[in-house]
């Protein structure tokens, strides 16, 4: 599998976006930041289409698994796979850049148009750029970027986010040579005896099947996937 070219997405802020710097001030923008919100939410829409996914922040349920080597089966799970872990390095580089294609310095505000550049240092396979835009549909519509979202986390699921909390954005264009992998195909790949099974206890409730936002005709898997196809835009 040859690697692709950079993929593009523009986004608008609706409201501002924290991410802050090493002193806890909101006056920069760090990617690092972004980038860690990407990866949660990218972990909660793979936990919701029903794969597992490890919590990096949880001493016994990060990958990776130390008795195996990064290419053998179950070393890390497919969230690790693109995003990296000890030992398996991130598949990507991500910039965030301005609308003249520079590197974003300044704090991202209300009304702001910016790019998310992700840049392949590796093969990727369709099925994780698939999982990727979908994890941007699905923070436009339900979440947020940054570290400060105000939106409630609880032990039963994710609350509903503010009608002005930080860091709601729309999905104003994405790459055009994304291919649309079937339901099949993602639910195959979520499902491969490759990937590291990591134990959800205690984390079950930050997947998309339990935002409160999400109506309940779409909390299956295979019609979830369907919903964030239909809603690319969001912001809602």
Known sequence: MSIQGPKIYTLRALTDIWTGDAKGKPHRTIATGLLGSIRWWFEVLVRGLGGSACDPTRDGNRCPD?????????HHCVVCELFGCTGWARKFRFEVLDENEQVKAAQIKEGETFNLRFTPLRSIRPEDWALLDLTLRLIAKYGALGGKTKIRKR???IGRRPGKGLGQVRVESSPNDLASSTWREISSH??????RQPNHKGFEWAAANKLEALPKEHRSPKTLLAH???NAGGGG
């Open 66 to 74: 130390h008795r195996k080597k990064p290419i053998e089966p179950g």
């Open 155 to 157: 032990n039963d699921g």
């Open 190 to 195: 979520l499902h491969h005896s490759r990937w």
């Open 228 to 230: 964030l196809r239909s």
